[in-house]
């Protein structure tokens, strides 16, 4: 194997052209949001293009890119990307955001359904990232990736055995491909805790109420709080890499 | 496919709860809390089920929640087996 030594001095630039999968509604639009008002370009896909994400992008037609893509579809997600450079420029921060949850025993979860969550949550960010960071290594640019995981990834919940796994190996990956990409580069995660809208879904009154108990913030983490941590992997100066930095009001600690 | 039936069901969930020196009560509005059977004896129960019947039963977590009672517990696995 030839060195694979960082290159000294050289920094990785603040992202301009970011990618969001899963851009279409909750943290993923949350994010797109935030960065086009802080002036990036934006490519975002998602199953569904809802119509908060196409008023986005109307709103900014020179500085986004959306299209409806199942992050799963390969050939897809190819098309996207190189639609998406053709019209944005060349892509320098991907956000990997699109998953799907569950919530289900995992001795009463279908064995399709463990496959789905693992092919959605898992392979296909692992194959996008490959895609985007292929491009970026042949065209010697430099750039960032922030793979959006979960608590889950480093703590035990009930009901969330794949998503756990998933979430779990998309952090595992984060720390590898920050040490593969010996700098050029910069991989993070961030891990919220659960957001008082997906909670509300399943969880009565007093549960929510107990969750927040054990909270020391006092509160469930909302995306517009991990927001300016994602903005922060892609454009500040901080030498961080490789972490899974976790935004939940330090509810697991 | 062979279905269980509410009684056949209900036999079983004596078994799981007996098992543990615990006792079904007759009435099906008995709470699930005093009768000691927890969301994990549920699981053993819809397994049970499965091995008579041998089909797998798989649901999402949000429909156990609103289990409270045993008649609720034998619907639940009743209407189950007919999706």
């Known amino acids: 194997m030839m060195s694979d030594s960082a290159t000294p001095a050289l920094l990785v630039p603040p992202s301009t052209v970011v990618l969001v999968s899963g851009g279409s509604r909750g943290l993923g639009l949350a994010i797109v949001t935030d960065l086009l008002e802080s002036g990036l370009k934006v490519a975002a896909f998602a199953r569904t293009v809802t119509p908060e994400l196409a008023k986005l992008a109307d709103a900014h037609p020179d500085r986004s890119h959306v299209d409806s893509v199942d992050v799963t579809d390969l050939a897809a997600t190819q098309a996207f990307v190189r639609a998406a450079e053709g019209r944005l420029g060349p892509i320098d921060g991907l956000v990997n955001n699109a998953a799907v949850g569950q919530d289900s025993l995992h001795v009463h979860t279908a064995n399709a359904d463990i496959a789905r969550i693992i092919e959605t949550n898992l392979t296909a960010p692992l194959q996008l990232t490959r895609l985007v960071v292929r491009r970026m290594l042949a065209q010697g640019r430099r750039g960032r990736i922030v793979n959006v995981t979960s608590i889950c990834a480093q703590r035990g919940f009930p009901g969330l055995v794949a998503y756990s796994a998933t979430k779990g190996g998309m952090d595992a990956a984060t720390r590898s491909l920050a040490r593969e990409l010996g700098g050029r580069v910069l991989v993070n995660a961030v891990a919220p805790g659960f957001f008082a809208s997906e909670m509300s879904a399943v969880l009565g009154q007093t549960q929510l109420d107990q969750i927040v108990r054990r909270t020391p913030t006092g509160h469930l983490t909302e995306p517009a709080e991990v927001v300016p941590v994602v903005r922060l992997l892609l454009r500040d100066q901080t030498n961080i890499n490789g972490q899974a930095i976790v935004v939940d009001g330090a509810a697991s600690i | ?83």
């Open chain 2, 1 to 83: 496919m062979t279905e269980l039936s509410r009684a056949q069901i209900r036999e079983l969930m004596g078994q799981v709860l007996k098992n543990q020196g615990k006792v079904l009560p007759d009435d099906d509005g008995a709470d699930l809390r005093e009768v000691g059977f927890r969301s994990l004896d549920f699981s053993e129960l819809a397994l049970r089920v499965e091995d008579e019947t041998g089909e797998e039963l798989n649901f999402d977590a949000p429909g156990l929640r609103r289990i409270a009672t045993v008649g609720d517990v034998l619907d639940f696995l009743v209407e189950l087996q007919r999706q």
